[in-house]
């Protein structure tokens, strides 16, 4: 073989190496660009005379609202088993995934004498929604506002809670870069351990009382709900 055509042989196999090396490097980096997860921007703002915070993450937005307060005690009132569902979704650039979680709200108050309970979560991408709501019309929002909700009455099975959570995704192929089991529940414990619920009791006598309540729930998997009257 010519010392030419050796020549011409050895360069189309550096050639075909540094092809390959070229689009090995360029698949890493898509990689990592699609997994790269940046945790989500709390934002502080006042409406109407109330705090809130704007939870703006890679797959929702979250609004809700902010209260500062101190408690020197809990009394346990409460509690009951979970049973719900939930949705999930991913990020367009596959970063991150949120998780919307609808349960069963079994209630606090049967007292007959009631008028009205308005309710409000603070701190955490928790809300109230009526009972006859569904999680499927939460599906495709990406921006959710957590408000006030009120009732007339007991609030005995009236409502449900809402649970929204981010988190980011994963390596793992196999499982399409979902996040584990635990991981979502860890997310969802997080929210609900966060939240300040506030109960307006109005009666019908015209007496009115405010009331602070905060959720607990299983330290590996929510499984139940506990409830914490807080003593200030």
């Known amino acids: 073989m010519s010392k030419k055509k050796s020549y011409i042989i050895l360069m189309a196999i550096c050639v075909i190496l540094f092809s390959g090396c070229q689009k090995k490097d360029t698949v890493t980096e898509e990689t990592q660009e699609r997994i790269s997860y940046q945790e989500p921007v709390i934002t502080e703002y006042e409406s109407d005379g109330m705090a809130y915070e704007k939870m703006s993450g890679e797959s929702i937005e979250v609004v809700y609202p902010k209260l500062d307060k101190t408690f020197y005690d809990e009394i346990s009132v409460t509690g009951w088993r979970v049973s719900g569902t939930g949705r999930s979704g991913m990020a367009d650039n596959k970063s991150a995934c949120y998780i919307k979680y609808m349960c069963d709200w079994e209630g606090l108050y049967t007292d007959e004498n009631i008028q009205s309970i308005k309710y409000t979560i603070y701190n955490s991408t928790c809300g109230f929604v009526y009972a006859s709501d569904n999680i499927n019309n939460y599906r495709k929002k ?27 995704t994963t390596d793992d192929e196999i499982n399409s870069y979902w996040p584990s089991v635990y991981m979502e529940e860890q997310a969802k414990i997080k929210a609900v351990n ?39």
Request: hydrophobic share 35%; glycine share 4%.
């Open 142 to 168: 990406k921006s959710i506002n957590m408000k006030s909700v009120s009732v007339s009455g007991s609030d005995t099975d009236a409502l449900k809670l809402l649970i929204i959570a981010e988190l980011p």
């Open 194 to 232: 966060n939240a300040l619920i506030e109960a307006d009791v109005i009666y019908n006598d015209g007496t009115e009382k405010v009331e602070y309540y905060k959720m607990k729930t299983g330290t590996h998997s929510m499984t139940s709900l506990d409830i914490y009257k807080q003593v200030e």
